[in-house]
């Protein structure tokens, strides 16, 4: 199962930034996730535009300067998880990954169909991943007097989401799901296995969430606290 660190090790050192990617490095991981956006004319490495405003002049990197320092060797038996936050950049991003050699141990994943659909048509080889379900906040972490309109989502893309994303693997659209960890059940992992893909959840930072997916047999796990890998693993092997 690989082990992904959520924006470097984002409950390390803030995300998307270099402090965050170096303390990732040095933690059990085998990928780092981190996010790209369009924010005043560039390609930044934030997860949104307040997110950008917030490090500007600080710890904001560009899309270039942080592809630069993780093209370095340091970094070079990790694979990257390029999160493409909205539609627009596609091509550019390839080309930025190619010019550093860093498109063969990249997956580019996003919530917008369109934009892989994009990529396949250019670059067939590029391993790609649809990130499920289309949502713009964490559903866990809403307000409890929506919590049973929260588990109601849940439960509806447990049913459909799994026949969903086997069609699209096997029409050969993408290569992995990321899902959300709260809808990954047997039978999505069944279904994205299935038909020959990968299943990876997000976000998890609590062991037992951990267990759970690892049980099911999921290909690998997003975490903002990279260390609770190692936390879990050692739980494990007492029990």
């Known amino acids: 199962m690989k082990r992904i660190g959520h924006k470097g090790a984002h409950l390390v050192e803030a995300g998307n930034t ?25 390609l930044v490495i934030a997860h949104d535009p307040h997110d950008a405003a917030e490090r500007e002049g ?6 270039e300067q942080g592809l630069d ?17 909205h539609r627009g950049f596609e091509l550019e991003l390839i080309d930025a990954l190619a010019e550093r050699d860093l498109h063969t141990r990249t997956t580019i994943t996003t919530m917008h169909e369109q934009s892989l659909t994009l990529i396949r048509e250019h670059h067939p080889g590029q391993h790609i991943g649809l990130t499920i379900p289309l949502v713009n906040r964490d559903w866990l972490a809403m307000p ?23 069609r699209l693997l096997r029409e050969g659209a993408i290569d992995a799901v990321m899902a959300f960890h709260a809808v990954v059940g047997r039978r999505l992992v069944d279904a994205v296995q299935g038909a020959g893909g990968e299943i990876y959840a997000w ?14 047999g999921v290909d690998g796990i997003v975490s903002n606290d990279p260390r609770l ?9 007492a029990a």
């Open 58 to 63: 600080d710890s904001l990197l560009t899309m």
């Open 18 to 42: 270099i402090a965050s990617f170096e303390a990732a490095r040095g933690l059990p991981i085998d990928m780092i996730e981190f996010d790209v956006i369009r924010w005043q004319g560039r």
């Open 144 to 166: 409890k007097p929506v919590q049973a309109l929260v588990a109601g989502g849940v439960g509806y893309h447990r049913i459909r989401q799994p026949t969903r994303v086997a």
């Open 229 to 237: 890998f190692q936390r879990a693993a050692a739980d494990r092997a």
């Open 203 to 216: 976000t998890v930072d609590d062991v037992a969430t951990i267990d759970r997916l690892t049980a099911l």
């Open 69 to 85: 320092h993780l093209a370095g060797g340091d970094f070079s038996s990790l694979g990257l998880d390029v999160d493409m936050k």
